[in-house]
């Protein structure tokens, strides 16, 4: 079977789009894998599979899932990808766009000049819809595993993610830590991991370690959540610049119980075919 895809990129998170709307597909965990890996496969953090609507209200649903081939309820750079997408592809000519995500609920606006804006959804902070293991509710908890002990946030963007405040990101433990705390035991379902450095109320500089992708170029739901956790921190204004390795995001929050708003741009780098 040939496979027809596009490969995109929002900030260098890079994306194989799959048009399951018009292709009949059926992916196995271990075609995942194999389709991501860099050298002997296409290359890419996550694949996105777009299909029809499963609420008559709503104009798609797409899947999404990790390099590792696990497949995931949120990503915020995937989400603008996705609509630019299916604008390409014909699927459909508007300009907001209604879908659903194994999280929920999202809506998409292409912006005149190009960009998208994300409505995330509303921030969870309850440990148990992280899913966080934690007697209650706390604005940081200390984490240790191994020799590395962490003060973190966590919060759920529709993905668990842990945001750790350090001094200078480019120095930041990414690589030793972020695997290991992906893996930390009070994460069931394992976890994102931000390291974000203040620049000023209204800035910050972001690396983010994903769960089952690495370490990549920009994450779009660890911009919103370092967000989120620095605000209810008191560190962070309500718009905030998120300089990431790739490029920045505007990311909106007017405090809990409010959306949280993400602007940047998606790009298309080329379509392909691959033989299945
Ligand atoms: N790159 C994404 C997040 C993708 C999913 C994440 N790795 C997870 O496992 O939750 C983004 O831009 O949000």
Known sequence: MLLHFSKMHGLGNDFMMVDAVSQNVFLTKEQIKALANRNTGIGFDQL????????PELDFHYRIFNADGTEVEQCGNGARCFAKFVRARGLTNKHKIGVSTQSGKITLYIEADGQVTVNMGIPQLEPARIPFKAQKQELTYILRAEEHTLLCGVVSMGNPHAVIIVDEVTTAAVIVQGPIFELHERFPE??????MQVLSPSHIKLRVWERGAGETLACGTGACAAVVIGQLQNKLQQQVQVDLPGGSLHIRWNGPGHPVKMTGPAEHVYDGQIAL
Do not use: C, H, K, S
């Not at 394992?190 to 390291?195: D, M, S, T």
């Open 48 to 55: 996105l599979m777009v299909e029809p609507p499963y609420d």
């Open 190 to 195: 394992r976890a994102n991991i931000g390291f």
